[in-house]
């Protein structure tokens, strides 16, 4: 059964089979709210594995999964990170993502596919969040695997498309399709970190979201260091709201 999280009308453009329901919402309380319910996970974000991907400048990939990471540490949604042979080929997770998480260890592996690993479905299933936010590294192998997989358990799949990456931008982009065939929802970094702020108004979190989105977020960004210099600090998307909170305090 669908929960008021569920959008209608969401389909494939080849054969308009319905899709899993998307991270928006109608209206709904503060515990249906989407960062409450879900988990992040990141897969395979090591320097062996960023070698080879082709689909998306390096330097930006890093970007954005730690722009992913701060998102899910902002709203204090539980993270499962995970490497595959650390020690002996990969390399360590990326130290911009492990910064953000120092206490959180990652789960290493030697499977391809982290669904068949019986430490990380453990992880997953201790959490007890039926909505999975996933990037891996590469989008061919270690995103597709486990989204088929934990969408044949039941989980809701989101697949964080510009915080994977593949080995050519063909790779990457079939493997995007393959995971929306499968009935996965595509999402980007900066759409997660917006949909779980929802609105400007939401003062606990308004600025460490805009402190995520300038330092991570490009021209966007840009523009957020643009209006807090031309107009002040007083400039707010939240309007009236922040000012009126910020009298309050």
């Known amino acids: 059964m669908l929960d008021c ?8 453009y080849q054969n308009r089979v319905p899709l899993a329901p998307s ?3 109608v209206s709904c309380t503060e515990r249906d709210r989407v960062p409450h ?3 992040v996970i990141l897969i395979d974000h090591q320097p062996q594995m960023a070698f080879a991907v082709q689909s ?5 990939l890093v970007n954005n999964v730690t722009g992913l990471a701060k998102a899910a540490k902002v ?3 539980p993270v499962v990170l995970t490497s595959v042979a650390a020690k002996t080929f990969s390399g360590d997770i990326f130290p911009e993502v492990q910064a953000v998480f120092p206490d959180l260890q990652p789960i290493d592996r030697t499977s391809m596919n982290s669904w068949d690993d019986e ?8 959490i007890g969040r039926k909505k999975l936010v996933i990037a891996a590294l590469w989008t061919e192998v270690c995103l597709v695997m486990p989204v088929i997989n934990a969408l044949q358990a039941g989980y809701e799949i ?3 498309a510009d915080a994977s990456g593949g080995t050519s931008v063909e790779a990457h982009n079939m493997a995007i399709q393959r995971c929306i065939q499968a009935g996965a929802v595509p999402v980007t970094w900066m759409q997660v970190l917006l949909e779980f702020q929802r609105d400007w108004a939401r003062q606990e979190t308004y600025l460490p979201v805009l402190k995520v989105a300038q330092a991570h977020g490009g021209a966007y ?3 957020i260091g643009y209006a807090k210099s031309m107009l002040g600090p007083h400039a707010s998307e939240a309007g009236g709201a922040s000012q009126e909170a910020s009298g309050r305090r």
Do not use: M, P
């Not at 999280?5 to 494939?12: A, F, N, Q």
């Not at 430490?119 to 201790?126: D, N, S, T």
């Open 37 to 39: 319910n879900c988990t």
């Open 5 to 12: 999280h569920s959008i209608v009308g969401l389909y494939t």
């Open 56 to 60: 998306i400048d390096r330097q930006t």
């Open 119 to 126: 430490k990380f479905r453990a992880a997953v299933e201790r």
């Open 75 to 77: 709203f204090h949604v």
């Open 158 to 160: 989101y697949a964080v």
């Open 221 to 223: 960004g840009v523009g």
């Open 23 to 25: 991270l928006q919402w």
